[in-house]
């Protein structure tokens, strides 16, 4: 049976084996894990429930360590970037410019130039890009496919914040406040021959992401009618983007990605067929549930009612958390110093506190938790994406070691900051 999260036993087995090999090390307060296993069986599910000629391009913005884009590459996967350097990061990593899709709101000409001249695919984000990026064509060859990002305005889940569709969107042109317009330019530009959608990521219920596939499939049928007796070819790039949840409790069911592929082929089937390119931008599904994070317990206050464990982790790894703990919630498991889990509970709940200088870096407020004491490991659960890539410079903490494992063979996939390598940020 396809798995959701990795069990407790899984990453227990790879503690104790890390602890046993020495690579937790005792300046290694903080650990991040990434079984590799997981990830790649998430990428081939992933391909088998999509057609095949499906470009997967994964959200660079999820997990961006080279290692990681290496080997999801060679697993088939494309990549989704946001900037110009998540760009050139995907290039270097070895990505045929054929299977990047380059996505950004705020592409400047010198961007959209390198775009075009290294042949990505870009999703325009507005109308007056769209504007330089005709210019930059009547001068520049290029092999980059152009689509245009449409907010279909079908409105929010339930963390705005991560929801990107509703009438108001700081991405995209809205379908239905700028439909003429959005009519012209498919006219206008035989070019022009894909669409994107994103409708928001955790939170986003299936329907609703459905939704907007359904907003811009009826749209883009009506395009291509009009294409066709203009002689223009039919828009044939589908972008649907990413945002299928994920779970980050165990005793949550997410929506499986087989289903919602199932979904899309029952309601918009031509999808389906070889008229369309179809892309996907997952990011969250593909990387969250392949990864952990370990911290050592450095101290635990007691006090009346409450306990506060101190760890080497907080709004530096976890920014959502601290500042949204209504919304962004994990599970955590307690070992002792030989890697064994802890079970009971103790009589008063935890605060997980971070290490930063400020009174909201808590991770997790009231949580029921076995006993803690100093020397302990903390174990926080499905971490493989969004929380790197998020990293706070704040208090100078240096970026941990990051370890990545099939079975009981470890590698590491990026070693711990040194001070040497930290200081040059700050000049």
Not at 16 to 21: F, K, V
Not at 191 to 210: A, D, I, K, R
Request: proline share 4%; charged share 20%.
């Amino acid at each position: 049976m396809y798995k959701s999260n990795l069990t407790v036993e899984s990453i227990g087995n790879a503690l104790r084996s890390s602890l046993l090999n020495g690579l937790i090390r005792e300046d290694d307060t903080l650990v991040m894990f990434h079984d590799l296993s997981f990830l790649q069986e998430r990428i081939h599910h992933l391909s088998s429930v999509f057609p095949s000629h499906t470009l997967h391009a994964v959200a660079m913005k999820a997990n961006p360590l080279k290692r990681i884009l290496e080997f999801i590459r060679l697993l088939g996967a494309g990549a989704e970037v946001a900037s110009l350097a998540e760009l050139k990061m995907a290039l270097k990593a070895g990505y045929p410019a054929k299977k990047i899709v380059f996505d950004s709101p705020v592409k400047t000409w010198q961007e959209l130039e390198f775009a075009l001249t290294t042949g990505v695919h870009i999703n325009i984000d507005s109308l007056a890009e769209l504007e330089r990026v005709a210019a930059l064509k009547q001068r520049i060859v290029s092999g980059s496919t152009i689509g245009i990002r449409i907010n279909p305005q079908v409105g929010v889940g339930t963390i705005a914040e991560s929801s990107v569709a509703g009438e108001y969107s700081k991405f995209g042109v809205p379908v239905t406040t700028k439909r003429k317009e959005l009519g012209d330019a498919f006219l206008t530009y035989p070019w022009l021959t894909g669409v994107h959608l994103h409708v928001g990521s955790q939170g986003c219920s299936m329907e609703l992401l459905l939704s907007g596939i359904g907003v811009l499939y009826s749209f883009v049928s009506e395009m291509n009618e009009k294409r066709t007796a203009t002689g223009h070819e039919p828009i044939s790039i589908f972008d649907i983007g990413g945002g299928l949840p994920v779970s980050y409790m165990g005793d949550q069911i997410p929506v499986s990605m087989e289903d919602y592929a199932h979904a899309i082929r029952n309601e918009f089937p031509e999808l389906f067929t070889i008229h369309y390119s179809l892309l996907t931008e997952f990011g969250r599904w593909v990387h969250v549930n392949a990864g952990w994070t370990v911290s050592r317990v450095e101290y635990v206050k007691r006090d009346s009612g409450i306990n506060t464990a101190m760890i080497h982790a907080g709004a530096d790894l976890f920014l959502r958390e601290c500042l949204n703990p209504k919304s962004w919630q994990h599970e955590y498991s307690v070992f002792d110093k030989t890697g064994n889990l802890k079970y009971g509970k103790d009589r008063n709940p935890y605060n997980l506190a971070g290490p930063l200088c400020f009174s909201g870096d808590i991770l997790a407020r009231n949580v029921v938790l076995p006993m803690i004491e100093e020397g302990d490991y903390l174990v926080i659960h499905d971490t493989g994406g969004y929380t790197l890539s998020m990293w706070s410079r704040y208090n100078s903490r240096q970026t941990p070691r990051i370890i990545g494992y099939h079975g009981n063979e470890f590698e590491i996939l990026k070693e711990r900051e040194s001070f040497e390598e930290l200081a040059p940020f700050w000049g």
